[in-house]
């Protein structure tokens, strides 16, 4: 029986390819692979990822943690400053009981909070710094005080991390990489000049993979260090990789298939919303979303339920068409659907969404 639109659906094939060239590539550049599964929120595609070789996971929330660690994910980092209640004390507790986990900390009042709260819990902390996309994160010099003061506190200090997320900008890809580097390095001498080792530098994000892979060493050859990437969207692509170029239309794994509903004054209209594609365009983006297969289309507005779609030259579809529309934010749209039907031997089967929705 055909599944109704709007749905999301991910092409088997290429998700599978974009998982296997990441891990090939990280592999050969001596780096270890800890995707974030924010992207997908599947322990399906989780599992896919741990078989080809990551080091572990990536999430953004206790939530997150709770929902992989239920389903065989033995080793999890939460890449954010969490601030620690009462309740998220007890839900990481239990989460140690089963699991290596660690979570973010950037300031010495978050420190302290966290050793009072869970020092002696077995949860590690890594230190989160600023390399540039000034969000969350201290200056690099500075790691080696907020290090020395969750040690202090009873915790133990696994390393030092960074999101360089203003590599999200069209040719910023290179520069911002090597900076993260140049970061990377500086915290982590800060914190060995404390007495501290850091076992772990952790960084990466899919518009500066290739250029972090490839590009200044974090460390120097013989340093024990391990070196971690966190790539998320590299599983599917999304309008936004498209347009920064980090990936080719026939690299995304994962679109919403629409139907066209309305042709009105010319206008082609998609029944496939923001409530399906998220509401995300960067400054850069040429819309909201792309079309797969008709690469000049642009999608030039959204609302709830309808896609209002430029369609460039060629034959326009008709009433009663299907489309595949490439999301600009992938993250959000999957975070969405309750499931991902997936397209394998001409067949569909339904994954659902492990995740969804655990903000917090």
């Known amino acids: 029986?055909?599944?109704?639109?709007?749905?999301?659906?991910?092409?088997?094939?290429?998700?599978?390819?974009?998982?296997?060239?990441?891990?090939?590539?990280?592999?050969?550049?001596?780096?270890?692979?800890?995707?974030?599964?924010?992207?997908?929120?599947?322990?399906?595609?989780?599992?896919?990822?741990?078989?080809?070789?990551?080091?572990?996971?990536?999430?953004?929330?206790?939530?997150?943690a709770e929902a992989f660690v239920r389903l065989g994910c033995t080793d999890v980092f939460i890449a954010f400053p969490v601030w620690v209640d009462d309740d998220k004390a007890t839900r990481l507790r239990d989460l140690a009981e089963v699991a290596r986990v660690a979570i973010g900390v950037d300031s010495l009042y978050g420190a302290a909070n966290t050793g009072r709260r869970l020092g002696g819990s077995g949860i590690e902390v890594m230190?989160?710094?600023?390399?540039?996309?000034h969000r969350t994160g201290i200056e690099p010099d500075k790691a080696g005080?907020?290090?020395?003061?969750?040690?202090?506190?009873?915790?133990?200090?696994?390393g030092v991390f960074t999101f360089p997320g203003h590599g999200?900008?069209?040719?910023?890809?290179?520069?911002?990489?090597?900076?993260?580097?140049?970061?990377?390095?500086?915290?982590?001498?800060?914190?060995?000049?404390?007495?501290?080792?850091?076992?772990?530098?952790?960084?990466?994000?899919?518009?500066?993979?290739?250029?972090?892979?490839?590009?200044?060493?974090?460390?120097?050859?013989?340093?024990?260090?391990e070196v971690e990437m966190r790539p998320g969207v590299y599983v599917f692509g999304d309008a936004q990789q498209w347009e920064l170029g980090t990936c080719t239309p026939d690299d995304i794994a994962l679109t919403a298939r629409a139907t066209v509903v309305s042709l009105a004054d010319g206008r082609m209209v998609l029944d496939s919303g923001s409530k399906v594609l998220g509401a995300d365009r960067?400054?850069?983006?040429?819309?909201?979303?792309?079309?797969?297969?008709?690469?000049?289309?642009r999608i030039v507005s959204l609302s709830e339920h309808h896609a209002v779609v430029e369609p460039g030259p060629g034959r326009r579809p008709r009433l009663g068409d299907q489309v595949d529309v490439v999301p600009n934010h992938v993250c959000a749209a999957v975070n969405l659907a309750d499931e991902l039907w997936v397209e394998e031997a001409g067949g569909l089967r339904p994954w659902p969404v492990t995740a969804r929705g655990l903000n917090a």
């Open 1 to 64: 029986m055909p599944v109704p639109t709007p749905h999301l659906r991910v092409d088997l094939e290429r998700l599978r390819h974009n998982v296997r060239r990441a891990a090939d590539h990280a592999a050969a550049a001596r780096v270890s692979l800890r995707p974030h599964v924010k992207t997908h929120k599947s322990i399906e595609i989780a599992r896919l990822q741990l078989v080809s070789g990551a080091r572990g996971i990536t999430v953004a929330t206790v939530g997150e």
């Open 127 to 133: 230190v989160e710094i600023d390399s540039g996309h």
């Open 145 to 158: 005080v907020v290090a020395q003061a969750a040690r202090r506190a009873g915790l133990t200090v696994r």
């Open 168 to 225: 999200y900008a069209p040719g910023a890809m290179a520069e911002v990489a090597a900076a993260e580097a140049l970061s990377l390095q500086a915290a982590k001498a800060a914190v060995e000049a404390t007495g501290l080792e850091v076992h772990v530098v952790s960084g990466g994000s899919t518009p500066t993979l290739t250029a972090s892979l490839s590009g200044p060493r974090v460390y120097r050859d013989d340093d024990p260090t």
């Open 282 to 297: 960067a400054s850069y983006a040429s819309g909201f979303g792309r079309l797969l297969h008709r690469p000049e289309a």
